[in-house]
């Protein structure tokens, strides 16, 4: 946990994946923190100060010094706290190096789709969740290296894996009643779907894990800004 004296911020929005990344790992570590919500469609100075590059959430400051990037920000967690709950990071060169890579693939694929899923387009929507489908058919196959018989991609415990994919758990089941198609398939992916419920369960995730209805009320609010924002 947080020493006394230690200042922890997290900038960010509730619904932002990334934002619950970073939620996730403070509290796996038991690390009390300052949450500061930003507004949506505008940024803070604060936010535009501590990152100047991206100007994107999440920003953790720590002490006054900020780190900016969700999956470098889990990993500063994990070193920073690290006598501090399970580790996050896998122990083995090799293991990390998996992760690293399928924490990528899913930043890669996950965001744009889900953006495309709730949108009003139904052949792209149609595509999108085809592509959310591929994506977890070969998650379901590395969760099946990664986990190495276990509950998590981790092993006993959530890890690093388990964060970078388990923080769009809620935009997926929002999804999911937006546009009436199942993503993780107890038939298709079987491994998945049990890691999923056994994820959303553990307390540390349900600490930030936003609701699929809020997501849902939240996408329809996002939507009707960008209908009424004048074309250019």
């Known amino acids: 946990m947080a020493a006394a004296g230690e200042e922890v911020k997290l900038v960010g929005g509730w619904a932002s994946p990334f934002v619950v990344r970073v939620g996730i790992a403070l509290h796996l570590k038991g690390v009390g923190y ?129 964060i970078a994919l388990g923080s769009y758990l809620g935009w997926i089941k929002a999804v999911e009643k937006m546009a009436g198609f199942k993503a993780l398939d107890e038939a298709k992916t079987p491994m998945l779907a049990g890691w999923a419920e056994r994820f959303c369960s553990d307390d540390a995730v349900k600490e930030v894990m936003p609701e699929a209805d809020k997501l849902i009320e939240f996408a329809k609010k996002i939507q009707a800004i960008m209908n009424a924002a004048p074309a250019r």
């Open 34 to 162: 300052e949450f500061l919500q930003e507004e949506f469609g505008k940024k803070s100075e604060l936010l535009l100060k501590s990152n100047p590059v991206y100007k994107k959430i999440p920003v953790l400051i720590h002490n006054g010094k900020p780190i900016c990037e969700s999956m470098i920000i889990v990993e500063y967690v994990d070193e920073v706290w690290a006598s501090a709950g399970p580790s996050i990071l896998p122990a083995d060169p090799y293991d990390r190096a998996m992760g690293r890579f399928w924490a990528a693939y899913i930043d890669d694929k996950f965001p744009s789709s889900i953006r495309t899923i709730r949108g009003l387009n139904e052949e792209a929507k149609a595509e999108a969740a085809e592509q959310v489908a591929t994506a977890l058919q070969l998650l379901e196959d590395a969760f099946a290296k990664c986990s190495k018989g276990k509950g998590f991609f981790g092993g006993e415990t959530i890890g690093y894996l388990d």
